[in-house]
């Protein structure tokens, strides 16, 4: 069998003359589609499809890491983001991918550190998180230079149940490990996304250290890409 997608309409060539109907399900970059195959005439097989995003609530803990556990050098220095490794069976990322991948984040939350790096960041690439609303977890009397950036100062559990969840369905905390870890222990994280960069820092801030009582996990997903990066998937067991 033969599918091919011809004016927005899926067609599988050289099917049978007998109708079928058929309720398919399955996920594509973390969003549930439901298909649902209609009608058929002597060319083929036609299907309306609909597309369903989830309106689960998830807050995904995000991490990049060395080999080794690492998530930042002590200098804060970026360039092992880059690696000269090549997996010549991995995933191809591109440009388009990822931007489209983005947009499904509609919330991020950061601590105190990880928003003056990105600062720093933003004065030689722009700001990374675009327009998307922004918390910054602090005390700290830090700069807010955008609309979408705001202060929070409280509760884990408030910032989660009164703040994000009536709000937002895809809200991804991006660090520290210190934050991360406390969201992770207070069982308000529904996964951990770690992606694992090839190279050993042997040195420089830990993703996990004296996390506290054990935590278990379920894999839910591992990729490969061709960069030689390999990203885990972990649903949070609460």
Not at 107 to 117: D, I, L, Q, S
Request: glycine share 6%; net charge neutral; charged share 25%.
């Amino acid at each position: 069998m033969e599918w091919r997608i011809i004016n927005s309409t899926f067609v599988l060539l050289s099917a049978s003359s007998q109708a079928q109907h058929y309720k398919l399900s399955y996920r594509i970059s973390d969003c549930r589609y439901t298909i649902l195959i209609t009608s058929k005439n002597n060319k083929g097989l036609y299907i309306r499809y609909q597309f369903m995003t989830t309106d689960v609530f998830t807050l995904t803990i995000h991490m990049v890491s060395s080999l080794d556990g690492r998530i930042a050098k002590k200098d804060n220095s970026v360039s092992w983001f880059d690696t000269p490794d090549h997996y010549e069976k991995g995933i191809e990322l591109t440009e388009q991918a990822t931007a489209d991948f983005l947009k499904t984040i509609d919330c991020y939350v950061m601590g105190a550190r990880t928003y003056e790096h990105a600062l720093e960041l933003s004065k030689l690439y722009g700001w990374a998180y675009g327009d998307v609303p922004t918390f910054v977890v602090t005390s700290r009397d830090l700069p807010i230079e955008r609309p979408n950036i705001e202060r929070y100062s409280g509760d884990l559990s408030v910032l989660v149940n009164e703040r994000l969840k009536p709000a937002y369905k895809t809200v991804w905390v991006v660090g520290g490990a210190e934050l991360a870890n406390q969201f992770i222990r207070l069982k308000l994280a529904d996964e951990i996304r770690l992606s694992i960069l090839p190279i050993i820092l042997g040195d420089g801030v830990l993703f996990f250290e004296q996390f506290g009582p054990e935590q278990t996990l379920h894999l839910r997903d591992v990729r490969a890409y061709k960069s030689g990066m390999v990203e885990l998937i972990y649903e949070l067991k609460k």
